[in-house]
């Protein structure tokens, strides 16, 4: 009967996590083994007999009766005295099958033996938890808030799976509260020593177009394509989508009624602002789509550069930025293309980066990375939406402001 306190071991994870009756006896097999080589030095003489339905086990050493003054191996051979003491008529050559009690490998193995079948049973499950999530990356997962951590979120899902939703996974906006459900893609899984480590993503471009897929049937079903996902989580995202229908409208289909289709997954994204547009192998067009919702008057396009002259009327300037400068990098981003944006009627014009002698680079990168690249593209904004926009300060600004105009009055 001292079999069943460590069968009972395994029985507790047989019944919680589903193993196979193979695994089962795979698992047991290799921990009696592990042990029979601690003990004994060598286990390939050993016969071991699992019956997993009944909760028990056999051990039986196999060993060759030799000589009481030939035994040179005690694992392997028995003497003739020690052999007739099981069966009187045992012979010297022949082979004595003996049966092995889990008392005779000592209290400090059995423990040691019940520690490794836990661990190895666990290192099953992980495997497995491992396989299952490594076959969901890039797909929405839902998971339940556990615990919130400064720089990372817990999550845990149905059947107790640990997820890892990092602070920079996460959209700006987003709160949580413990209990709550909350959905994302499975970005990345990996083993860190034996524990497999999900980590769950919000951000993700791919999380968008999943949500494209799970909210509006013609995605799914395939007769709307998801050509590119652009985004800066939270705030704006460009989704460029095309049919081979000509009957669908498929920015129609994305966006519905009022936005009655699109609505959820803004919500979903913490009101990120969403621009739907049509995909089209015409370069010139598919910029000016990406820029919308400016009105591009004039599109030129410099292959060897990777860079594109956009003119536009001087009301549509500041669309074309957008807020923060989102709509333009994000245009970029679509595209492929640095875009610079220039005023219809202005032909002269001077990059900033000309003026390096006299602007330090960082305020020139502070001004790039709002689409400010041009001495006019910042010359016809005012001091304070420049403030807004920029990390710079007011002194600062009209510093840059009296150098600019001093060349073009020169």
Same mark, same amino acid.
């Given at each position: 009967?001292?079999?069943?306190?460590?069968?009972?071991?395994?029985?507790?994870?047989?019944?919680?996590?589903? @193993?196979?009756?193979?695994?089962l006896?795979?698992i047991l097999?290799?921990?009696?083994?592990?042990?029979?080589?601690?003990?004994?030095?060598?286990d390939?003489?050993?016969?071991?007999?699992?019956?997993?339905d009944?909760?028990?086990?056999?051990?039986?050493?196999n060993?060759?009766?030799?000589?009481?003054?030939?035994?040179?191996?005690?694992?392997?051979?028995?003497?003739?005295?020690?052999?007739?003491? /099981?069966?009187?008529?045992?012979?010297?050559?022949?082979?004595?099958?003996?049966?092995?009690?889990?008392?005779?490998l000592?209290?400090?193995? @059995?423990?040691?033996? %019940?520690?490794?079948?836990?661990?190895?049973?666990q290192?099953?499950?992980?495997?497995?938890?491992?396989?299952q999530?490594?076959?969901?990356?890039?797909?929405?997962?839902?998971?339940?808030?556990?615990?919130?951590?400064?720089?990372?979120?817990?999550?845990?899902?149905?059947?107790?799976? $640990?997820?890892?939703?990092?602070?920079?996974?996460?959209?700006?906006?987003?709160?949580? !509260?413990?209990?709550?459900?909350?959905?994302?893609?499975?970005?990345?899984?990996?083993l860190?020593?034996?524990?497999?480590? /999900?980590?769950?993503?919000?951000?993700?471009?791919?999380?968008?177009?999943k949500?494209?897929?799970?909210? @509006?049937?013609?995605?799914?079903d395939?007769? /709307?394509?998801?050509?590119?996902v652009?985004?800066?989580?939270?705030?704006?995202?460009?989704?460029?989508?095309?049919?081979?229908?000509?009957?669908?409208?498929?920015?129609?289909a994305?966006?519905?009624?009022?936005?009655?289709? /699109?609505?959820?997954?803004?919500?979903?994204?913490?009101?990120?602002?969403?621009?739907?547009?049509?995909?089209?192998?015409?370069?010139?067009?598919?910029?000016?789509?990406?820029l919308?919702?400016?009105?591009?008057?004039?599109?030129?396009?410099? $292959?060897?550069?990777? %860079?594109?002259?956009v @003119?536009?009327?001087?009301?549509?300037?500041?669309?074309?930025?957008?807020?923060?400068?989102?709509?333009?990098?994000?245009?970029? !981003?679509?595209?492929?293309?640095?875009?610079?944006?220039? !005023?219809?009627?202005?032909?002269?014009?001077?990059?900033?980066?000309?003026?390096?002698?006299?602007?330090?680079?960082?305020?020139?990168?502070?001004?790039?990375?709002?689409?400010?690249d041009?001495?006019?593209?910042?010359?016809?904004?005012?001091?304070?939406?420049?403030?807004? !926009?920029?990390?710079?300060?007011?002194?600062?600004?009209?510093?840059?402001?009296?150098?600019?105009?001093?060349?073009?009055?020169?």
């Amino acid at each position: 009967m001292e079999n069943l306190a460590l069968i009972e071991s395994f029985s507790e994870f047989k019944d919680d996590k589903l @193993i196979d009756r193979v695994t089962l006896m795979t698992i047991l097999e290799d921990v009696f083994r592990n042990a029979l080589k601690k003990k004994f030095g060598d286990d390939d003489n050993f016969d071991i007999i699992i019956n997993p339905d009944k909760g028990d086990f056999e051990i039986w050493r196999n060993r060759i009766v030799v000589a009481d003054a030939d035994v040179e191996n005690e694992n392997q051979e028995i003497s003739l005295s020690d052999a007739q003491k /099981i069966e009187p008529d045992f012979e010297v050559g022949e082979d004595v099958s003996e049966e092995v009690k889990l008392f005779d490998l000592g209290r400090r193995s @059995i423990l040691a033996l %019940r520690q490794n079948l836990i661990a190895k049973i666990q290192e099953h499950d992980n495997t497995n938890i491992y396989k299952q999530f490594k076959d969901l990356e890039g797909e929405i997962y839902t998971a339940e808030v556990h615990h919130i951590r400064h720089r990372a979120v817990i999550l845990l899902d149905d059947e107790g799976n $640990e997820l890892i939703l990092p602070k920079e996974k996460q959209i700006p906006s987003d709160f949580f !509260r413990k209990g709550e459900n909350v959905r994302g893609i499975i970005e990345s899984v990996e083993l860190k020593g034996n524990k497999p480590n /999900i980590v769950m993503s919000r951000t993700a471009p791919a999380f968008l177009e999943k949500l494209f897929e799970q909210e @509006i049937p013609e995605v799914f079903d395939g007769l /709307i394509t998801i050509k590119n996902v652009v985004r800066i989580p939270g705030e704006k995202a460009k989704v460029a989508v095309d049919s081979y229908d000509d009957r669908i409208d498929p920015v129609g289909a994305c966006v519905g009624m009022k936005g009655s289709r /699109i609505h959820g997954i803004v919500r979903e994204l913490g009101n990120e602002n969403i621009d739907v547009i049509n995909y089209t192998n015409n370069l010139q067009l598919y910029i000016t789509r990406a820029l919308s919702p400016a009105r591009v008057t004039t599109v030129k396009i410099d $292959e060897e550069t990777k %860079r594109v002259e956009v @003119i536009l009327k001087p009301e549509e300037v500041s669309k074309a930025i957008g807020r923060g400068g989102h709509n333009i990098r994000l245009a970029g !981003r679509l595209t492929g293309y640095e875009i610079d944006v220039f !005023r219809e009627g202005v032909e002269e014009d001077v990059e900033l980066s000309e003026f390096s002698d006299e602007i330090e680079a960082w305020i020139i990168q502070e001004f790039s990375k709002v689409g400010l690249d041009t001495a006019k593209s910042i010359l016809e904004q005012d001091v304070n939406d420049l403030v807004k !926009r920029t990390d710079l300060e007011e002194e600062t600004i009209e510093d840059v402001l009296r150098i600019l105009k001093e060349e073009f009055e020169d």
